[in-house]
């Protein structure tokens, strides 16, 4: 019912002409919008906890839904939320509906930015996936959110009204 109840976190890949790259995002249930992000080249913990840290150290949701990866059932995961007492939560086995708001976006992502450019390298990576992000967050109006953006609703600058019929 409103921003900071509930953040969604993933990893996903990401090709290159030359191998892949892990995105790691975290993504507000409510706004949709992308709170935080990284890109690593492999997939050791350290660019997750590094990522959950910057944005813990700015804001701080009540629970935090991920799947059952060894990322997000590591000790060292686990003990950061809970040093910050946000609750856990984690996906049925197998079950992708379950994280269906960083599902939306890995796919919007992939269609519109990743699938129609062949990035050369990291740094390339880097720029138009940053790029995406901030269009997403700051100009994509979305149709759930009643055409407002991601970091308006987020921000608390506007208001959803509730539909009642």
Do not use: C
């Amino acid at each position: 019912t409103e921003p900071e109840q509930v953040w969604s976190v993933d990893i996903t890949y990401i090709r290159m002409k030359q191998g892949w790259m892990y995105l790691y995002a975290i993504i507000d249930w409510y706004s949709r919008y992308i709170v935080d992000w990284q890109l690593d080249q492999s997939l050791e913990i350290g660019f997750v906890l590094e990522t959950m840290k910057r944005a813990l150290a700015k804001r701080k949701p009540g629970i935090i839904n991920s799947d059952q990866g060894s990322h997000f059932t590591s000790p060292q995961y686990i003990d950061l939320l809970k040093e910050h007492d946000v609750r856990i939560s984690m996906d049925g086995k197998g079950r992708a509906t379950d994280n269906i708001a960083i599902e939306r976006f890995w796919r919007s992502l992939k269609y519109n930015e990743i699938y129609l450019n062949d990035y050369n390298s990291p740094r390339e990576t880097r720029k138009g996936i940053s790029s995406y992000i901030h269009l997403h967050n700051h100009y994509l109006p979305h149709q759930s959110l009643q055409k407002h953006t991601p970091v308006a609703v987020y921000n608390r600058e506007v208001v959803l009204s509730s539909t009642s019929e």
